[in-house]
């Protein structure tokens, strides 16, 4: 079953402009990630922000955590038309190193030139 | 860069036949992961090991899919008979510990 719901289900932007995706989840969890899936291809990890992290950064993302609202974000600055991907949060509820990871059904992201 | 490799990239057969599904995991990964990806459930988990032992595999359909893992260094996932419905993208993916899972390119399953 679904943990994550991303919001909005598709993103239509022009390059250079920001991206930005939310993700809901449901139940506690140790860490959320996010990943990138190209058409074709298999997921890639973008950024990992744990439990007990507020904010983190890594390059054009920027990722903020809330768990009291159980939601997170993402947000892609200076958008290129390399950017164009699905955009996926995962949870990995609990304490144990190397659990499942719970995805959301993605956000599709279009960034035109 | 070391990777995860899945085989066949592509699959077409027609229901009934058995299919199976290979997968390398990055060496000095201890878990393994199954997922499948449709356009109506998004990605599900199937089935994942840590140190070749199954540790869920809830997400499978216990009649007809099987998976397992021979040695560290390669991890399969049949279906039989398959049917239409196990149409699908079936990604694997390895980790270690809390480190992020890296994900195989996928093996596109096309039942007739």
């Known amino acids: 079953s679904q943990q994550g719901e991303e919001d909005p289900q598709a993103l239509s932007i022009q390059e250079g402009e920001n991206a930005t995706m939310n993700c809901s989840y449901k139940t506690s969890i140790n860490n959320l990630q996010w990943y990138r899936q190209n058409s074709g291809r298999g997921l890639v990890h973008l950024i990992l922000i744990r439990s007990n992290e507020r904010e983190k950064h890594s390059g054009r993302l920027r990722v903020t955590l809330d768990t009291s609202k159980k939601s997170s974000s993402l947000l892609i600055t200076a958008s290129r038309a390399a950017d164009t991907a699905s955009y996926f949060c995962?949870?990995?509820?609990?304490?144990?190193?190397?659990?499942?990871?719970?995805f959301g059904k993605g956000t599709t992201l279009s960034v035109s030139s | 860069d070391a990777r995860v490799t899945q085989t066949p990239r592509h699959k077409v057969t027609e229901m009934g036949q058995e299919v199976t599904m290979r997968c390398q995991p990055i060496?000095?990964?201890?878990?393994v992961f199954w997922y499948r990806q449709t356009m109506m459930q998004g990605l599900e988990l199937l089935a994942y090991?840590?140190?070749?032992?199954?540790?869920?595999d809830s997400g499978m359909p216990k009649d007809r899919f099987s998976a397992e893992m021979p040695d560290a260094t390669l991890a399969t996932l049949k279906i039989q008979p398959s049917e239409p419905r196990d149409s699908a993208v079936y990604f694997c993916?390895?980790?270690?510990?809390?480190?992020?899972?890296?994900f195989g390119d996928g093996t596109r399953l096309s039942i007739l």
């Open positions: 995962a949870t990995a509820p609990g304490d144990k190193a190397g659990t499942a990871l719970i």
């Open positions: 993916a390895s980790g270690q510990g809390h480190q992020p899972q890296h």
């Open positions: 060496l000095g990964h201890n878990t």
């Open positions: 090991f840590r140190n070749r032992a199954p540790l869920d």
